[in-house]
C-alpha cells in the first residue's frame, strides 16, 4: 500500500505571497490532518479533514486554510506568507472514523522557506 | 485547550542504559496518548499508545505508563542501542473530538556506542 505523499517536498517563496500544499493519504483513509513543524516546537495542529469536512481546528490565523476532495486528498493553501511560516509541513491520514482517535501516517513533509 | 509539556528536550545514554521521557498533559478529558519516533530526515512513526483506561502496556524493550489522576505519562526505553537515536515525541487528544493531537515539543535522544 503506497502511504501518504505530499507535494511539492520542497519550496521557496517571498513574503506576500501564497502556497499551496498536497497530500495524498493511503487508500481507504478518510480522515487527512495537517501538522506545523518548527524546531524548538515540535507538531502544532492546524487543521482535520475528515469526509470532506473540516473537523477540527487549531489555532492558526485565517491565513491558513484547508480542504478536502471526495477522494480524500488533502490541500493546505498559505495566504500572504510571512517569514514565520517557514517550517515543515506535514500531513497525516488515519484509518479511524468519527468520534476515535488513532494512529496517525504521515508524509515526508512540504518544507517551505519564507525569504 | 490542551498543553503537553515534554522534558528533557535533550537526553544522552550509553549504549544498553535505560531512557526516560515524561510528558504531562492539562485537558483531563485526553485519553489516548501515542508516541512517535522521529529520526533524521524522516516522518515522524508511532512507537507505542496507550489509552486511558489502562496504566502500562510495554512492546519489547519499549513501555509507556500513564498515571491519569497526576496527568502525566512516560516512555521508558531499555537496552538502548544506536538505533534508538531519534527525537520522541509524546501527544494526547481526546478519542470522540476526532484525530486532533496536542504534541510535546520532543527530546532528542542520543545513546552513546
Known amino acids: 500500500k503506497a502511504g501518504v505523499t505530499q507535494t511539492p517536498r520542497y519550496l521557496i517563496k517571498t513574503r506576500g505571497q501564497q502556497v499551496t500544499l498536497s497530500c495524498s493519504p493511503i487508500?481507504?483513509?478518510?480522515?487527512v490532518s495537517w501538522y506545523q513543524q518548527t524546531p524548538g516546537q515540535g507538531l502544532q495542529f492546524l487543521f482535520e479533514y475528515f469526509s470532506e469536512t473540516q473537523r477540527n481546528k487549531g489555532n492558526f490565523p485565517g491565513r491558513f486554510s484547508g480542504r478536502q476532495f471526495s477522494n480524500s486528498r488533502s490541500e493546505m493553501n498559505v495566504s500572504t506568507l510571512e517569514l514565520g511560516d517557514s517550517a515543515l509541513y506535514l500531513c497525516a491520514s488515519s484509518l479511524e472514523g468519527p468520534g476515535t482517535a488513532g494512529e496517525l501516517f504521515f508524509g515526508e513533509g512540504s518544507r517551505l522557506t519564507v525569504l | 485547550g490542551e498543553n503537553v509539556e515534554q522534558h528533557p528536550s535533550t537526553l544522552s545514554v550509553q549504549e544498553g542504559d535505560s531512557a526516560v521521557i515524561k510528558c504531562t498533559y492539562s485537558?483531563?478529558?485526553?485519553?489516548?496518548f501515542p508516541w512517535y519516533k522521529q529520526e533524521l530526515g524522516k516522518r515522524p512513526q508511532l512507537i507505542i499508545d496507550i489509552r486511558s483506561n489502562v496504566g502500562e502496556k510495554k512492546d519489547q524493550r519499549i513501555a509507556v505508563t500513564l498515571n491519569k489522576t497526576a496527568k502525566h505519562f512516560s516512555l521508558h526505553i531499555t537496552e538502548t542501542q544506536p538505533e534508538d537515536s531519534a527525537v520522541y515525541f509524546c501527544a494526547a487528544s481526546v478519542d470522540y473530538s476526532g484525530n486532533q493531537f496536542y504534541f510535546g515539543t520532543g527530546t532528542s535522544l542520543t545513546v552513546i556506542p
Open positions: 485537558d483531563s478529558a485526553s485519553n489516548y
Open positions: 487508500s481507504g483513509h478518510r480522515s
